[in-house]
Every structure is written in structure tokens, then in C-alpha cells.
């Protein structure tokens, strides 16, 4: 039986015969190879309810839970109800999500968790070719003879995809060079590491472009056949007045020396082929969209686009963020890159429904942090959280946990996560592995997910959820279904003739590896499109004690740790800090300090670890929860989100550091909610 691992965004291939774990093409990483093993621990097995948060759950039948939420959702109107799903369940329960929702609900009200980390991609795709669609494979990287990497730390996160690329370096001669504030385990196969400051990549990347058009290095050839905006980008970049973009002013801005940035403008011209791979550093910021479409415009600039000239490259943290995307599971999205708003992209996804979406129409995008606030204001009543943990992952967790509190919250999970502890009703999950369905990986590959594994006894899938909740809602004409596969089937046909039009569901990629091989685009034109981007120079600290705190991703782990906890240890949460920075401010490693945010009054303690981070930063992980720390660290992240895509900034948050001189000296605020009760 065969399976997309149910990790990273990678999508590597795994067999499983008599529960015995073996790749179908590349090796696994540990969490790949470990993957069963959660599957049997800790499990939620029957529906838990309580009317009150102060009480105790009580175990209702399956029969109770399905009456409580056709109950709930018949009471409400479309305004007040939310769904916040997930990019680990399938394709086919992420479509079933939307079209009960949008459809039959008639609530715009869903988004999921990749919001968080792969909401910007699709947007600068979109501005830049046209479509949201990854123009990016893996075969790209195979023919680039240059991969730069701009933050994002695939040894830790991507691991079968970082050893993809240090076998390219070590076999091909393939050159690596590493845009990140943080020297990570990537940075070791680097032949450039350029260490610039946070939220600083606008200016970098413009300032790279600034010095290819002085030296004449642009490819004029490439930018008249298959580019427009050319000549309103080129006067941007070299007007008089952006001085921020000449080498003197952009490198003291950026912190890195001007020979770095002459430096890779050189080396990315001379390649042949160009692949940039892009993740958080990027897509995790208020300037995301900036930020992607700079990168993007580098590569119009140089010809570095297309079939054996490279491209940039998404990598999607999640395993079926991709498949999401094809769904159009996010608010104002609707299946196969159509959007809500667009009368014919309403009509075609109307004629396969058999119902209006008119009336979906008229309500506003809002996105799961903007829903936050709606709940505190008491205008959605009831939100069902489906596989994600937004109790530790959302910023702002302080203003998140009393939305949890206030909410009729619903949650679908495996295990007794921090979210859950706030759940008025839990519905026992299947995971992936124990249903079927269909994920799509970073490069567009679909897979099959087989039942490798029986599931626990009374857990039912999303699937099986939605199709019973849907028939005791008078929807059951319209999901009708008997199998994911026939829902897969209704997915395909919306497919046809899209950019994500599917082949199959036997690890197959649709589109060519790079998607737009004839180098026409889904543009008006034909043509790919350069985009000016705002200038945006992010604030200095400017006390001694202020640094700016970036969220980092554990090694060898995933997410909140729901899983990857159940099979091996995870280290004690620490705060990296610069050796220099601690010393100034007197603080030796392994010392605890407390982290304050000043503009949302909250703070967290760590022990400090000494670290290769670019000096006045600092690096926490978020994947820690309430098991690990009194204090999460989005505690300390501000719900701040990109204009265009919505994506909350994880990556540059002003903080005052101060050093703790005794265990019990630390006096800030702890969160402990009265719905986090236990079991």
C-alpha cells in the first residue's frame, strides 16, 4: 500500500507492507520513516462534549455530536459560523470543507492553516504570471547550476530536499548560496551565506537588480519576447530618488558588505539556470508579497525563467498545501484557481454544485487572524478547527485564547491538543494513513493515500464526517458520495483546461516541469509581468535591550509537536542569541532572560542559547506548546499580516530583552485559561 508521507511539503513517496516503512524513490527522513508510530499513541477515540468550558468533557455517541452540530449550524447565520481547516487532511475532505461551506452554508467564512505559512506564493504568482500556480519541479532543480535559498532552512525542514540539493553540489558542482539572518545546518553546504538583516530583502533584491541594469547585464532578448512593465520597473529601480538601492546605502541598510551584493549579482547572471527557493523568510512577513515579486522581477531581468533557465520555487511547508491551493480552500477562493468574486469562475463552479453562490458572494474575504477578531467581538459564534492547533501556532496567542474561550469551538483532531483543551465538542480523527483520498506535494504531484494502517475504533474520517453531517442538513442530494474517489472525480472535472488540470492519482505531476513551457502565460499579454515594489525599510531597535525576534522551526520535528513528540525527544525550548549581543548586555548561555513585546504587553523566558544570528536578532522556536513552556512564542508575535496575501509577520517583531537573576524573579503574565482544564 502507498502513501504521500504526511509531513513536509517534499512529498516523498512510502510504501508500507506489514507495517514494515520503505521509500518508493528518494530515502526518508526520521519523521518519514517514524511516521506510523504516532498513530497508535494517545488517541482521542470517542466524541467529547461539554455546554460549559468550565466543566468537564463528558464521551457522547456519534449520534449526540451529529445532533449538536446540525443544531449549532441550523441556528446560525452564514456571518457567524467559521471554518478553520487544515493542510494535513486531503484534498478531497479540504473540497467537501469548501463546498459545504461556500455552498451550501453560504458562508465565506473558511481559510485554513496555510494561511500562516504558503498564502503569499499564489499572490505574487498570480501578480507575476498570471496564475497561482507553482511554475516550479524538482526536475528544475536538476538542471540549475545555481539554487539560492532565501529564507528557509531545508536540512531542519525539508530534509530529503536538502540532501536532493547537497547531491547536485557534490555530483553536478551545483552552487548554493543561502540568503538568511541565520547561519542554520543549511548554511553548511553554502559557497555564499549572506547574512542580511530581517525584513531587509526588498531592498537587497532591488538593489541587486539596480547593479545588473548599470553594469548592462540585463537580458534584453528574454525581457521583449516574454516580459512587460519592463520599462516602469527599470525607472523605479533607477531613479534618483530610491538611493536606498546604491550599494553604499543598500548594504548598510541590509547589514551586509557592498562586495556581496556585487558579488551575487554577479553569480546569478553568469549562471545558466537559476532556481531561487523561497519559504518563511519570505512569505512570513508584512512586506510578503514585496518580497516575492523582488525575487520574481530578478528573474525576469536576467532571462533566469523558464525550461533550463530556472524559476522560483515555493516549497510548501505542509504536506497538502498544494492540494488546498487546487481546492481553493482559502476565504474568496473557490476550486482550480477560480475566485468567488468572478461571476464565470462562480458559474462553472455553480454548474458541477447544482447551487448559487451568489449570496456567498456578498460576504467579505476574512481571513483566520481578522476572524480572531470578529469572535471577540461577538459576530461568529461558532468555529470548527480541523487537524491545526491555532492555540500555539496563531500570533497574538493571548488575543487567540480568549477568542477560543468565547467561541462555540468545534475541533477535529487526533490527540488532546492545546486547542482542543479549549473545545466545547472533539470529534475523534482519522489520520492519514488510516483513510484514503489525495495529496499534491510542492511540485504539483498528485498521490494516492492508501489505508496502510486499520484506524482506532470509533474515529471517523473527514470525509465520513461531512457526507453524514451533510445528509442530516438536507444537503445529501449533492453529497451523495460513496467514496473520496468520486469526489476526487468531481475535482478533476473541475480541473479541465485549468493550469491545475489533473492527470491521475499515481504520484503524477500535472503540467510540464516548468508549467509554462511554451513560455506563454496566463496574462492578458502572454507575457510574464514585472511588478514595482514599495520600498519598505523595517524599523531599528534602537535601545540596547531591543532586538528584533524571529520564530524558528525545531529540527527533526514537525508543527506543534502533536505527533513527532510520541516517538522521540524534543529539546527544552531556548532563546539564540549572538555571543556578542549577551555579552553587552551581560548575560552568559544557559542564563534565563525574559522577552517582552512591549506593544502587546506580553512576555515569555528562555534559557539562552549562543548562536551564528545575525547580531541584534533573536530566534525562538514556536513549535513548543503549553507541555513544554508556561510561555509559547507567539506570546510575542503580533497579529500584523502582508496587505495582499494576509499572511501574519513571524519574523520581525520588536522585543526588550532582560536577564533574570534568579528562577522565581520572572513576574510577567501567564496565560493559563480556565478551558485548558485536563481530562
Known sequence: MKIQCPYCGTGCGIEVEKNRIKPIKDALCKRGMDFLKPLSKDRLITPLYRPNKSEDFISISWETAFRILKQKLSGLTPEEIYFYISAQILTEEMYLF???????????????????????????????????????????????????????????????????????????????????????????????????????????????????????????????????????????????????????????????????????????????????????????????????????????????????????????????????????????????????????????????????LDETAKMKELTIVEAIDEILRGKIKFLWVVGTNPAVSLPNLEKVHKALEEVFLVVSEAYLTDTAKFANLILPAKLVGEKEGTMTNSERVVSACEVVVSPPPNTKSEFEVLIELAQRLGFGKEFSYSSPTEVFEEIKLLTKGRECEYRGRNFERYGDAFLYSDMKFPTESSKAKFNKVSLYIPPKPVKREEFVLITLHLIKVWNTLSKTEKVQEIPPPVALMNEEDAKMLGIKEGEEIEITNPNLNTKIRRKVKFADIKRGCIGVYFNHGYKYTETPANLVVEDKIDPYSKQPDYKFNLVEIKRLKKKNEFLGKLLVPLARKQL
Open 98 to 356: 469548501n463546498k459545504l461551506a461556500k455552498g451550501f452554508l453560504k458562508t465565506n467564512n473558511i481559510d485554513a492553516n496555510s494561511r500562516l505559512c504558503v498564502a503569499t506564493p499564489p499572490v505574487v504568482y498570480q501578480k507575476a504570471f498570471g496564475s497561482p500556480a507553482t511554475p516550479c519541479s524538482y526536475e528544475c532543480l536538476e538542471n540549475a547550476s545555481l539554487i539560492v535559498i532565501v529564507g528557509h532552512n531545508p536540512a531542519s525542514n525539508h530534509p530529503v530536499l536538502f540532501r536532493k540539493i547537497a547531491n547536485l553540489k557534490r555530483k553536478k558542482g551545483v552552487k548554493v548560496i543561502v540568503i538568511d539572518p541565520y547561519k542554520s545546518e543549511t548554511t553548511k553546504i553554502a559557497d555564499m551565506h549572506i547574512q542580511l538583516n530581517p525584513a531587509t530583502d526588498v531592498v537587497f533584491f532591488n538593489a541587486v537588480a539596480r547593479n545588473i541594469l548599470i553594469r548592462n547585464l540585463e537580458d534584453r532578448e528574454f525581457i521583449e519576447r516574454y516580459t512587460e512593465n519592463f520599462e516602469e520597473f527599470a525607472k523605479d529601480i533607477l531613479s534618483l530618488s530610491r538611493e536606498e538601492y546604491h550599494l553604499k546605502n543598500a548594504s548598510k541598510i541590509c547589514g551586509v558588505k557592498e562586495e556581496e551584493i556585487e558579488k551575487f549579482a554577479t553569480e546569478w547572471v553568469k549562471a545558466k539556470s537559476v532556481v531561487s527557493t523561497f519559504a518563511m523568510g519570505i512569505n512570513q512577513s508584512v512586506i510578503a508579497t514585496q518580497k516575492g515579486l523582488s525575487l520574481i522581477n530578478l528573474h525576469l531581468l536576467t532571462g533566469k525563467l523558464g525550461k533550463g533557465r530556472g524559476c522560483p520555487f515555493s516549497i510548501t511547508g505542509q504536506p497538502n498545501a498544494m492540494g488546498g491551493r487546487e481546492v481553493g480552500y482559502f476565504t474568496g477562493k473557490l476550486p482550480s484557481f477560480r475566485s468567488l468574486y468572478n461571476e464565470r469562475d462562480r458559474k462553472e463552479v455553480e454548474a458541477v454544485w447544482n447551487t448559487s
